[in-house]
């Protein structure tokens, strides 16, 4: 392969597909030469270089001679020379690798000028403030990218200063206009900038300025912001990037010139109208740079109608040439367009949905490319109101985003309060060091949550996104004085009624009100999601606990309940006591006691969650969690519960303590509490089963899946399995009247998915928890790897995080495993995923591959597991999983 | 095959290769018949009817036939008929498993007489005393076992009620003392209290005299105590039991006759010499009832001269057919000796090792069978004191076995309070809610050491064990009250000062000085451990950390070190205070700084090590646990740290909040902390590789074995090991030397055994951490099981207490996979074990099978382990992972 490719005069080297060896840059710029579209020409030095001059940190004599070669077939193209003191070539030399990637060096333009040739450049121009000008421009990006010279903080830069003593003496707004002499003397400041803090002088050979330009963008590749950005982004590191060397065009020769930058749509909205803006007489830069106005693009109509027409038509053609809105930058010299770079245009969610739709109604893309060209995870943005993206706002403190979605409120610190203003029709942030079931009242009314302690799975986390509702955990910069009402972070002190801003996408905090941006769901939202159900094998379902959630659900498009915790019914209120009650009893009959006051709520739970469901399945999960979550923390709750069981204090702390585990998350849980206390799993059992028979008599169509969680052995859950039918059997002959329902379990521990078979045995379905399964193959709490998983992603240990994203060679492997041994064993075993990596695209492409039958998410990520679920299937045909 | 196997007249269906079918007792009667041996003649009912019997609750015609044919066959024999009151057949029926199991049904005597054979006994025997007695027997021992009779706890056995009221009326000792008159009115008593209790009549025909007791030896296989005996031994159910019907003779016919028992050598010692008890004119009940006296079996030479010396042939005969120790059964009739039983004997493990020792020299055994012949778990007994396990002791409380072997002391809540009273000669016993670093001084001058509060993992079984220093954690039901200086359990109270004893091999506390024994190291041991290690493919290493733990384990004929934990040399002393500042610290130039103090001592440490382990191998495993647990707890404690540290008490504990975690277990620690903290894994490497060289110098053989702690992650492998080796260049160029060593890692988390294959690119060794693995793998943490393992373990869902013995379906299949992996890629690869399964027999076993190079325990399980891994060879070789 050649290192260089060569594009003008209607004809190029390269094309769009080349993008890996030419950049995304080079590939548009050949591609456009070759539609005929009017480009300056240039040629592009590959990628395969960069690797190349990083190892030996030389331009090859070879190298050296196919720039030399493509220099020549340039000036041939252009019928100016490199170099030549008459009639100069220029070029800018621009960096492109093969993904967009900031943080590498840029843009230089105007390259081969010096003090002969900016002589050329003025006759050439009839301009010799322009020359000058351009001059000045090219020295001081030299200056900057090349020689690495951006001063020091406190200096700034040093250009920069220079440039702004000039016009402060000339008493001008804009280096234009200054006069030559002073543009003269400013360029001659610049050089003597480089060569102080260099020792060496600036170069005037063009063809040093070139190769110094060119190594110095190979070089960038290997900067620290570069780096970064590529491993935050899982960029390989061996990609390169290609050099862009490109004859100048300018718009800047005067008021017949121009630069723009447009979008064949509006990226915000997606609507189908040509949108940007341009100036007259300026170079790129000044568009970016914002020193002066831009004016909207159809002003253009006006100032340069064929120019506009040009445009217009060309933007039409990319569109229709790369089926997808471009973002392009142009540039008029003198009446006449260059097209300087077209790319598919970043937008957001809206517009992605609205332009992939519209697309489709176009005859531009198929319904199923369509579904391809929308991020799901970019759904988020349309399902909460977020903070508004095109300002930026300074950050009060981070924490970890544990539900989506962003809101404004005054600061409480109590959930009697949140509830006491809430009512006084004031919108609040509740803020504590960590929540228990006794704030669930205050975070009910709360419009976001803020923890100082906890993680992606504590209690404030698990029930925010249960009601998703905002909310940002383990933000461990705040100092909370609750009773105090204050909280400290850094130096600012918030105090209780101050409003806040809370990105629960993000987990940043923010001080004050800010503007919030509700993109709401449109109809093509809703026909794209058509689409995309037509497309995908996997079913979606919703992680949901309760008849409101379920609706929600519903309404996003779930096809049944994947998940439905049960402890989270005995949160709130009067329930709390109860269940209380019976984990503090001292034998089977006093649990049965107060268990039995929990039957009817939890009856009336299932009944409302049946009701919205009718139809379709509904997996309900037995209790869960390790006891001690449900009993009081705070001194002043200890004492109030003591007086409700009528016990002293110490003994309910000496139980409390007793109860408290060193390792909770592997502790005394899941079907580990059914099989000590069978009277729970019956209890539970029954209210099931009793609001199955009363919604059936409804009339509904009811499909309860009963799901045993933290099965590790096979003889677990053939114990439960025999309660909950039992228990069943019981029920129905009690209601006379019989509903089908399906026995099955979790799969969240190595070793159920390790003897998947035998559990298969008694098991109508799986479920992996990837949640607990993440944790235990990892041995990673989720809870506590804030203080080192963060560093694990940065320094590329991880290369995701693996509680967002499936750890396929782990815990994919023992997914793989079950899934095999499961189906080997038990044809009909139904498979699905109810951990929160149900949500996320990856995770879920991973589980369209294994074979599974669905997915489950919060209700909030239906709408993108579907999506990305449909993605999966154009991806590939299911395997069931191998 | 048939359901009935005769024996009799040195003839029999069957032999002691039969024991599945009749039993053991039938088949070894079975096998003395075919030797000529005199045995009563008579006939087994084999376990197959058992089932039967079992599922259809009738004895079917076809077996009835069988029954009366084997009865004709032994009327033959006997020369009297069954239920002739003139020379009446009568018969014993005992019931006889294929395993040794009590708990069921064992046996009636006398079976065949009524009101009219009694006076056919009384011509036969010429005793109407004896007869009548026989009778009253009889009836005594039917209305027990056979109709259930036992009484209420309250009113006692009513039979016995009835004898004790006869005696006091006759004013005699014994029941044949009484007049003929009486015995036959005791006897109708006997049946009347039978007519009453169950509304039938005493069955007088011989036939249903004999299927009732058939049908209820059957039954007996399922009694609850039955059940739950073969549950606890892993019984299977579906063994069943076998009857033997055998025809009687008589111990007590008069001072010509007797009974007794016998071990053809002392099953304490071992030693050979004949070893046994026998009455005169009395049953074998008498023998067991000891309101007797019986007499040494030496007497007997006098007594019986004749009989003696026919039973020393005969015990001899068997115990070379049987190629062991035989535990036999005897009657002799008017002069005539009977055989009843031979099984081989029980005994202690010192006398097991002399008995296998001895039966090689005279030619019995292989050394191969030796070998075999002696239970690992056994030898904890020989090498730590026990209580003496002839007396029964009362239990004052029971908590886990933490770290075996027996010791006495008074009671100290305090490590202070340790201190004091050891300096003045007290032997004394730390009582604590639980352990902490601090406490590290009182432990090591303590015997034993009793906690309250946590698990066989938690600081006091961790640091007992490593100490050899016996240990019972978590006695849950100790009320502690430190500062008053007293605890209570159940209502005993115990104060300082007071005398326990504690055994941490069954986890029992007594009140008071109870006598200890201690069995010591014999010749014949050694010896056996010789064999032993003439046969064992895997090698076996100790887990030490100290110089002294490492001499101690290679007196036990430890190979090397399998594990040294470098924490427990920081738990010490001052060392705790260099920790405590470089956890406390806020940056890695602080942490450096306490680094350095400890870099000295830990060399020392190291150094010593090596010393005791010349020309062996040591594995040395860097920093594992999560940092907070070398804080203090204890309010003082952190009063005096922060002193120490020159901070607030609260700065302090803020600190120590944040760093406490919620699942430890899964939180920041192993190379977690290597990786954060880079500086430590710096400090522990370069205290290793110095240590190694002066060693070195010294002209020691050193082989240090650097092990990373909790991979998970191929990628913090190369991280720590990266460190590692920049260290050791480090050090071998500033001592101008170099030392061959490994770096290798712990496998114990299921994602690095699911991903060995990449992990074993950079570790020369892998080690099984099956204590975390397990915790991982089963999602449960050992700590805090006590709620309900015991429970599973009880009910039959987890067949072994997964901490115990590998769980081979789940962490036995991750080991699998990992050695596979692993030795793939890296053919190289040592793989071992260092989980505490390291020391347990059966664990033992799977390791050799799965082709492990090694095995490291306790030092204290060396030994165990040695005899465990030679057995393992001898059951198969070494499949290399299948």
């Known amino acids: 392969?050649?290192?260089?490719?060569?594009?003008?005069?209607?004809?190029?080297?390269?094309?769009?597909?080349?993008?890996?060896?030419?950049?995304?840059?080079?590939?548009?710029?050949?591609?456009?030469?070759r539609l005929g579209i009017p480009v300056p020409p240039g040629f592009t030095i590959s990628t395969a270089v960069c690797h190349k001059y990083l190892e030996s940190r030389e331009l090859s004599d070879e190298l050296l001679a196919e720039i030399k070669a493509s220099m020549a077939a340039l000036e041939e193209a252009t019928g100016k020379r490199f170099g030549d003191p008459k009639n100069p070539l220029l070029v800018?030399?621009?960096?492109?690798?093969?993904?967009?990637?900031?943080?590498?060096?840029?843009?230089?333009?105007?390259?081969?000028?010096n003090d002969k040739t900016v002589v050329g450049l003025t006759r050439q121009s009839g301009n010799e403030g322009f020359a000058l000008d351009s001059y000045r421009r090219f020295v001081q990006m030299y200056g900057n990218v090349v020689f690495g010279i951006w001063g020091t903080p406190q200096e700034g830069d040093p250009f920069e200063r220079v440039l702004d003593l000039a016009k402060e003496?000339?008493?001008?707004?804009?280096?234009?206009?200054?006069?030559?002499?002073?543009?003269?003397?400013?360029?001659?400041?610049?050089?003597?900038?480089?060569?102080?803090?260099?020792?060496?002088e600036f170069p005037d050979?063009?063809?040093?300025?070139?190769?110094?330009?060119?190594?110095?963008?190979?070089?960038?590749?290997?900067?620290?912001?570069?780096?970064?950005?590529?491993?935050?982004?899982?960029?390989?590191?061996?990609?390169?990037?290609?050099?862009?060397?490109?004859?100048?065009?300018?718009?800047?020769?005067?008021?017949?010139?121009?630069?723009?930058?447009?979008?064949?749509?509006?990226?915000?909205?997606?609507?189908?109208?040509?949108?940007?803006?341009?100036?007259?007489?300026?170079?790129?830069?000044?568009?970016?740079?914002?020193?002066?106005?831009?004016?909207?693009?159809?002003?253009?109509?006006?100032?340069?109608?064929?120019?506009?027409?040009?445009?217009?038509?060309?933007?039409?053609?990319?569109?229709?040439?790369?089926?997808?809105?471009?973002?392009?930058?142009?540039?008029?010299?003198?009446?006449?367009?260059?097209?300087?770079?077209?790319?598919?245009?970043?937008?957001?969610?809206?517009?992605?949905?609205?332009?992939?739709?519209?697309?489709?109604?176009?005859?531009?893309?198929?319904?199923?490319?369509?579904?391809?060209?929308?991020?799901?995870?970019?759904?988020?943005?349309l399902l909460h109101p977020t903070i508004d993206p095109t300002v930026e706002h300074p950050i009060l403190a981070t924490g970890l985003p544990a539900s989506p979605g962003a809101a404004v409120g005054k600061v409480v610190f109590d959930a009697d309060e949140a509830v006491e203003q809430n009512e006084q029709g004031h919108p609040v942030v509740l803020v504590r060091t960590e929540t228990s079931p006794d704030d669930f009242h205050g975070m009910a009314v709360?419009?976001?949550?803020?923890?100082?302690?906890?993680?992606?799975?504590s209690h404030a986390a698990v029930v925010a996104r249960g009601m998703g509702k905002c909310c940002v955990a383990g933000c461990k910069d705040l100092d909370i004085f609750e009773t105090e009402g204050r909280f400290r972070v850094d130096g600012t002190v918030v105090k209780r009624g101050d409003w806040i801003t809370v990105d629960g996408s993000t987990g940043n905090l923010h001080l004050g009100q800010l503007e919030l941006v509700d993109q709401g769901l449109s109809e093509e939202f809703n026909q794209l999601m058509d689409w995309a159900d037509g497309i995908k094998v996997l079913r979606v379902r919703a992680n949901a606990d309760t008849p409101a959630d379920a609706s929600k659900a519903r309404e996003f498009g779930a096809q049944g309940i994947g998940l439905c915790r049960t402890e989270h019914m005995f949160f709130e209120g009067e329930r709390i006591q109860s269940m209380r009650e019976m984990i503090l009893a001292s034998n089977a009959e006093g649990r049965r006691r107060a268990l039995a006051k929990l039957l009817p709520i939890q009856r009336e739970d299932f009944l409302g969650i049946f009701r919205s469901m009718?139809?379709?399945?509904?997996?309900?999960?037995?209790?869960?969690?390790?006891?001690?979550?449900?009993?009081?923390?705070?001194?002043?709750?200890?004492?109030?519960?003591?007086?409700?069981?009528?016990?002293t204090v110490e003994i309910l702390r000496h139980q409390i303590d007793v109860l408290t585990e060193n390792n909770p998350m592997l502790g005394h849980r899941g079907c580990r509490l059914g099989i000590t206390y069978p009277e729970i799993t019956e209890m539970q059992s029954r209210a099931i089963f009793e609001a199955a028979c009363i919604a059936d008599g409804e009339g509904i169509d009811v499909h309860p899946e009963i799901m045993i969680p933290l099965t590790s052995h096979h003889r677990e859950l053939e114990n439960q399995s025999a309660v909950v039918k039992a228990t069943a059997e019981r029920v129905f002959i009690e209601q006379k009247t019989r509903i089908r329902y399906l026995v099955g379990t979790m799969i969240e521990l190595p070793r159920a998915a390790l003897t998947a078979d035998k559990i298969a045995e008694t098991a109508e379905f799986f479920s992996f928890g990837t949640n607990d399964l993440t944790q235990t193959t990892l041995g990673l709490s989720r809870d506590d790897a804030g203080r080192f998983l963060p560093h694990y992603i940065e320094t590329g240990i991880f290369n995701n995080d693996p509680f967002q994203t499936i750890d396929t060679d782990g815990v994919?492997?023992?997914?793989?495993?079950?899934?095999?041994?499961?189906?080997?064993?038990?044809?009909?075993?139904?498979?699905?995923?109810?951990?929160e990596h149900g949500g996320d695209p990856k995770s879920i492409h991973f589980c369209h591959e294994m074979g599974l039958d669905y997915?489950?998410?919060?209700?909030?990520?239906?709408?993108?597991?579907?999506?990305?679920?449909?993605?999966?299937?154009?991806?590939?045909h299911s395997t069931n999983g191998s």
């Open 1 to 33: 392969m050649p290192d260089v490719y060569f594009f003008g005069n209607g004809k190029a080297d390269g094309g769009a597909s080349d993008s890996h060896v030419l950049g995304g840059k080079g590939a548009n710029l050949a591609e456009m030469t």
């Open 92 to 113: 800018s030399v621009r960096s492109g690798a093969p993904v967009s990637m900031p943080g590498m060096m840029d843009t230089i333009l105007n390259l081969g000028l």
């Open 169 to 200: 003496e000339g008493n001008v707004d804009r280096e234009i206009e200054l006069g030559c002499p002073e543009l003269g003397a400013i360029t001659r400041s610049f050089k003597k900038i480089v060569s102080q803090r260099t020792g060496e």
């Open 205 to 381: 050979d063009p063809w040093k300025q070139l190769t110094g330009a060119i190594e110095a963008v190979f070089s960038s590749w290997n900067t620290k912001r570069a780096v970064d950005y590529r491993r935050v982004h899982h960029i390989p590191d061996d990609l390169g990037t290609a050099v862009n060397v490109v004859a100048m065009v300018y718009g800047n020769m005067g008021e017949d010139s121009g630069t723009g930058v447009a979008f064949t749509r509006d990226p915000s909205t997606g609507e189908k109208t040509f949108y940007g803006e341009f100036l007259t007489n300026a170079q790129g830069e000044d568009v970016v740079a914002g020193t002066r106005d831009p004016l909207p693009i159809a002003e253009m109509a006006e100032l340069f109608p064929e120019a506009f027409d040009q445009l217009l038509d060309t933007a039409s053609k990319l569109e229709k040439h790369f089926r997808d809105m471009q973002d392009i930058e142009f540039t008029i010299e003198r009446g006449k367009l260059f097209m300087l770079q077209t790319r598919c245009a970043k937008r957001t969610a809206g517009a992605a949905v609205r332009v992939a739709h519209d697309m489709v109604r176009e005859g531009l893309l198929t319904k199923e490319q369509a579904v391809g060209r929308v991020d799901p995870d970019q759904l988020d943005q």
């Open 446 to 457: 709360a419009q976001a949550i803020v923890t100082a302690r906890g993680g992606m799975t």
């Open 614 to 647: 009718d139809g379709l399945p509904v997996t309900i999960r037995l209790l869960d969690p390790p006891l001690h979550e449900f009993l009081p923390r705070a001194d002043n709750e200890i004492v109030e519960l003591a007086e409700n069981l009528g016990v």
């Open 812 to 835: 994919g492997k023992l997914i793989d495993t079950a899934v095999k041994l499961g189906r080997n064993e038990n044809h009909k075993l139904k498979v699905g995923i109810c951990g």
């Open 855 to 876: 997915v489950s998410c919060s209700p909030f990520r239906v709408p993108i597991a579907r999506l990305a679920a449909a993605q999966a299937s154009l991806n590939g």
